[in-house]
């Protein structure tokens, strides 16, 4: 279950609120990016994808965190009854789908690591979670960065960047690309019909 694209800009709006930073306005460039790469897809819902990149890092709400904001996110929308964007917030940060290949602290306890690594072990990406995994790539504040940019940002500011984490990055731009018929840049720069 989803809320509506109305309800999902509210939240986030009172999750800005929270915890003021870029953070909020990288969201809203994530669901721009996943709108306009889905509907050129043709077998997505764009308007799903829209909600589900408004919301994907909706656990920073609680503070500044680094892989907190992925549990307190999950059980956040798993608390209001929103499945979906539940699974987006697990799944968002984990193109490779295990925990190892987060880059950043690991800043939840012992019980909240391992009920994510089930969670995440249970979990069978879809196009959906593949999507945010790459908009959240594209995205930043500023608007949509070049992706290699924005890997090579992630490196200077975390000291690394695993190889195997960026080839992920580049195959599910790849993917995308063939999937839409497109090259991601032109779709994600593009305006909306």
């Given at each position: 279950?989803?809320?509506s ?5 509210e939240?986030?709006?009172e999750?800005?609120?929270?915890n003021?930073?870029p953070?909020?306005?990288h ?5 721009q990016?996943?709108?306009?790469i889905a509907?050129?897809c043709h ?6 994808a829209y909600?589900?990149?408004?919301l ?9 965190r680094?892989?907190?904001h ?18 987006i ?11 190892e ?9 012992e019980a909240?690591?391992?009920?994510l690594r ?8 879809d196009?959906y979670?593949r999507l945010?995994q790459l908009?959240?790539a594209?995205a930043?504040?500023e608007g949509?960065v ?7 940002d ?7 960047y695993?190889?195997?984490?960026w ?11 063939k999937k839409?018929?497109k090259?991601?840049?032109e ?7």
């Amino acid at each position: 279950m989803l809320p509506s694209q109305i309800e999902a800009a509210e939240l986030l709006k009172e999750a800005e609120q929270c915890n003021p930073g870029p953070w909020g306005r990288h969201s809203l460039v994530t669901a721009q990016c996943a709108e306009k790469i889905a509907l050129a897809c043709h077998d997505m819902d764009s308007e799903k994808a829209y909600i589900l990149g408004l919301l994907h890092d909706i656990g920073r709400k609680f503070g500044v965190r680094h892989l907190g904001h992925v549990y307190d996110g999950w059980k956040y929308m798993l608390r209001l009854g929103y499945d979906e964007a539940a699974r987006i917030c697990l799944t968002h940060s984990f193109c490779e789908g295990t925990l190892e290949c987060y880059i950043g602290k690991f800043d939840i306890t012992e019980a909240e690591t391992k009920e994510l690594r089930q969670a995440l072990a249970q979990t069978t990406f879809d196009d959906y979670d593949r999507l945010i995994q790459l908009c959240d790539a594209l995205a930043a504040a500023e608007g949509v960065v070049d992706m290699e940019d924005r890997m090579n940002d992630v490196r200077r500011r975390y000291g690394s960047y695993p190889q195997s984490k960026w080839d992920k990055n580049m195959e599910l731009k790849h993917y995308f690309e063939k999937k839409a018929g497109k090259d991601i840049y032109e779709i994600v720069r593009s305006q909306l019909p």
